[in-house]
C-alpha cells in the first residue's frame, strides 16, 4: 500500500512563498513521473506541475515563472516552491503520479494567500 503525505502548506500574504513537499512510500520511486495537482473550493482538480524523469518539467499557464516542482529520489520526496503567490492559488494541494494513480491520493496540504 502506498503512502503519500503532503505538508508545508499554510497562510501567506500576496506575493509570499511557500515551499511544499511530498513524501511517497512507494517502492522503485524514481522510475515514475510525478505531479502536483490542486483543488479549489467549489472547482475541479488542476494539474499544477509535472516532473518527468529527473529534468523534464511541465506547468500549468497560471503558475509557469512562479512556481518550481523538482524532487529527491533518494528522499523519496518531490517538492514544490511557490514564489509571488497569488490569492487565485489558494487550494488544497496534492502530489500524485503523473496520470494519477487512485490509491494514492493523500489528505492534501492547505495553501490559503490572503491578505
Known amino acids: 500500500q502506498v503512502h503519500v503525505v503532503e505538508s508545508g502548506g499554510g497562510l501567506v500574504q500576496p506575493g509570499g512563498s511557500l515551499r511544499l513537499s511530498c513524501a511517497a512510500s512507494?517502492?522503485?520511486?524514481?522510475?515514475?513521473?510525478m505531479a502536483w495537482y490542486r483543488q479549489a473550493p467549489g472547482k475541479q482538480r488542476e494539474l499544477v506541475a509535472t516532473?518527468?524523469?529527473?529534468?523534464?518539467?511541465n506547468y500549468a499557464d497560471s503558475v509557469k515563472g512562479r512556481f518550481t516542482i523538482s524532487r529527491d529520489n533518494a528522499k523519496k520526496t518531490v517538492y514544490l516552491q511557490m514564489n509571488s503567490l497569488r490569492p487565485e492559488d489558494t487550494a488544497v494541494y496534492y502530489c500524485?503520479?503523473?496520470?494519477?494513480?487512485?490509491?494514492?491520493w493523500g489528505p492534501g496540504t492547505q495553501v490559503t494567500v490572503s491578505s
Open positions: 512507494v517502492s522503485r520511486f524514481s522510475i515514475y513521473n
Open positions: 516532473i518527468i524523469g529527473g529534468a523534464i518539467t
Open positions: 500524485n503520479s503523473r496520470p494519477s494513480v487512485d490509491g494514492w
